[in-house]
């Protein structure tokens, strides 16, 4: 897949021919001409292509050898450069925190607007929330035009219950169903001993409950054994890495069996630890770029530092090696991995923290090629929205992310990002 980039000149001059363009233009044709366009891992990039745009959608992506545009089409020569499909965040939260605050008082529409275009800055076109947004998430996704968003798109999980039984869980998946969620979750651990863990019977029931509606459950667990139970009771999601326990054969045989992918959320366990000191990424400027300065001189106030230290901080600074090592088994093993970070709460920098996923990804041992189909075709699968996202295949939203370096030969290549295109329109933060 690793390619020679083209001379420059040469590839202005073909471009040049083709932006001779005739009468009868065909409203809202646009297309992309020059790029080497990212078809996923099997078929690598279609070199010197055309990507044709329409009505907010891939109409077609073919080389530029093999014929013109048709007339009226608006010409974008992006010679020499990559084209892969948006990003996907399969784990993030949008909503549920500003700066470092949370609670209902930060609660706002613009809020939730802010955020998903603070994703969208940084090439993350699509977040599945998991859980806990507030109801102004909802009010966001139904009113966002999907030929039309000015920022990131959004599928929301809602409320995460807390069920102590069966009948507590059935009258929870009721209960959110109201609200129309995309996905539900649910979080069964003790939070290291700070809650009761969920019984298998309420979980069980949770599940089979959604299930009957055909609602999808994301699970958030810590240990083997949950991760086990939920897949046991048929959980469609395991939202974060197994912390506790290498992973097995038997975990491995119940994820491929039932097709179910993770979101490894490495980041999560970075964020409970890594504001103890200053952390390096705080001079990255790919990270200032956006980051409030406000916020970053709360988190080298000592006693905020203090907050991330203790037996929380200590477990989950240890789990992350086992946490890498389990996504690398999973992986070879054929398990599906989609890009998750759990962004969104306080200081999980959502967009930055992506990017700090995938490469953490790659200092693994996970391939950028991986990688990239982890953050965009699996993850779109996975998450239940692979039928108009997540690969530039005819018919699916013309989201997609415009690079002058080869993000399959280093994942760390995305940081160069040049364009955020959604739906056909070239996305600018206000
Ligand atoms: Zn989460």
Redesign the pocket.
Known sequence: MARQRLAGTFRAAIAGLLLVVGPGALAGTQAWVGADIWLGKEQGYLEDAVLLVQDGRVADVFARSERSVPDGTTIHVVDGEFIIPGLINA?G?VGMARGLETGAEIHSRDNVIDQLRLYAAYGITTVVS??DEPAEAFDVRDTMDPAAPDMARLFVAGEVPNPATADEAREAVDRLRAMDPDWL?IRVDDQLGQTEAMPREAYGAFIEEAHVHDEDVAT?MVTLDHAKGLLEEGTDLI?HSVRDAPVDQELIDLMLDRDVCITP?LT?EVSTYVYADRPDFFDDPFFKRHADPTVLEQLQEPEVQQRYTGEAADYYREALPLALDNMMILHEAGVRIAMGT?S??PARFQGYFEHLEMAMMQNAGMSPADILESATRVAADCMGIGDELGSLEPGNWADFVILPEDPSADIRHLRVLQTVVLAGRVFSNP
């Open positions: 784990h939260h998991l859980g979750k958030h939202a959320t999560r759990d969104g709460p």
